[in-house]
C-alpha cells in the first residue's frame, strides 16, 4: 500500500478552494481568474491549490461542475417525467452564473485525448448515462417509445439542446426544460 507523501489533504480546503473559484468566476470570469486570486480568497496557497489542480482548466472544471450535482435519474414508470427530471437537472447544472462564465474558457480545451476531456468523462457522468439507458430501456418495454431509441444519443439531444440555449444563445426561459422535452418526445 502506497502513502501520500506530505500531509493529508483537509477536505475544508479543497471546498473553500473551490468556492473562492466559483465566486472569482462569476466576479471576474475564465480569462481572469487566476490561482493567485483564488489562493488570496480561499486563504490558502498556490502551491496547495496546484497540487490539488494542476491546471487551471481542472480547477474550473471541478468548481464549475460539482461532484454532488449529478442527481439520480430513476424509472418511475412514466418516460415523459423521467426525461424532463434530466432536463430539468441539466438546465439548473447551466444556468449557475460559474459554469456559464466557465464555459467560454472550457469549451476550447475539450480537443481529442486533452486532460480536460478525460478529467469531463468521470464516473458521474457515466453513471448518469447508465441509469438513463435503464430509464430508456423500461420506456421501451412499456411501449412509451420505439426499441430503436438510443440511449446515448437522446441523452446527448436532451442536454445538448440545454447547453446550446443557455450557453450559446444566452436564452432565459422558465419553460425550457418542458419545451425541450415536449419538443423531442413529440410522436
Known amino acids: 500500500m502506497s502513502r501520500e507523501r506530505g500531509r493529508p489533504r483537509v477536505a475544508s480546503t479543497d471546498t473553500a478552494v473551490l468556492q473562492a473559484a466559483r465566486e472569482l468566476l462569476t466576479e471576474v470570469g475564465y480569462e481572469r481568474l487566476s490561482y493567485e486570486l483564488v489562493a488570496q480568497r480561499a486563504g490558502v496557497t498556490r502551491p496547495t491549490i496546484y497540487r490539488r489542480w494542476p491546471s487551471k482548466a481542472l480547477l474550473v472544471y471541478d468548481a464549475a461542475f460539482p461532484a454532488d450535482d449529478i442527481a439520480p435519474i430513476g424509472d418511475s414508470g412514466d418516460f415523459r417525467r423521467d426525461v424532463l427530471r434530466l432536463v430539468e437537472a441539466a438546465v439548473r447544472s447551466y444556468s449557475r452564473p460559474e459554469t456559464r462564465a466557465a464555459l467560454p474558457g472550457l469549451l476550447p480545451l475539450f480537443s481529442p485525448g486533452s486532460e480536460l476531456r478525460e478529467h469531463a468523462r468521470d464516473p458521474l457522468e ?11 430501456s423500461g420506456a421501451v418495454a412499456r411501449g412509451e417509445t420505439p426499441a430503436s431509441t438510443d440511449p446515448d444519443l437522446l441523452f446527448d439531444v436532451l442536454v445538448g439542446a440545454v447547453v446550446f440555449h443557455l450557453v450559446f444563445r444566452g436564452g432565459d426561459r422558465p419553460d425550457l426544460a418542458t419545451a425541450i422535452v415536449d419538443l423531442v418526445l413529440q410522436r
Open 126 to 136: 457515466a453513471a448518469a448515462r447508465g441509469q438513463f439507458r435503464a430509464v430508456v
